[in-house]
């Protein structure tokens, strides 16, 4: 069966790094679009970065220039590199899959099939 595992969330200071994983599991990554997503206390949720099928990476314009996303078709994860955290930053955040085929160019954050879990990310000194 299909499933996305977040991990690597926990407690930073304010311009600190965290990298988070998105570990996949029953399917092949290289097929698949996926989506970094967050959501803070009190607000919707909100996708802040998409790798496609492709390999193409996007970014929600918050975390441009900061958060990097790769994927490691081999080992079946996805990575997250977050950089100069913010308290801003703090919120849940969930990895997510959307099926496309070889060779996608571009993201559709709403277009997401499958969920992780989620992962809290706490920014505070």
């Known amino acids: 069966q299909l499933q996305l595992e977040e991990s690597g969330g926990g407690l930073v200071q304010p311009g600190g790094s965290l990298r988070l994983s998105c570990a996949a599991s029953g399917f092949t990554l290289d097929r698949y679009n996926i989506g970094w997503f967050r959501q803070a206390p009190g607000k919707e949720r909100e996708g802040i970065s998409c790798i496609s099928s492709g390999g193409r990476a996007n970014y929600f314009e918050s975390v441009q220039g900061r958060f990097t996303i790769s994927r490691d078709n081999a080992k079946t994860i996805v990575y997250l590199q977050m950089n100069s955290l913010k308290p801003e930053d703090t919120a849940v955040y969930y990895c997510?899959?959307?099926?496309?085929?070889?060779?996608?160019?571009?993201?559709?954050?709403?277009?997401?099939?499958?969920w992780g879990k989620g992962t809290l990310v706490t920014i505070s000194s």
């Open positions: 997510a899959a959307d099926f496309t085929g070889y060779g996608s160019t571009g993201c559709n954050y709403g277009a997401m099939n499958y």
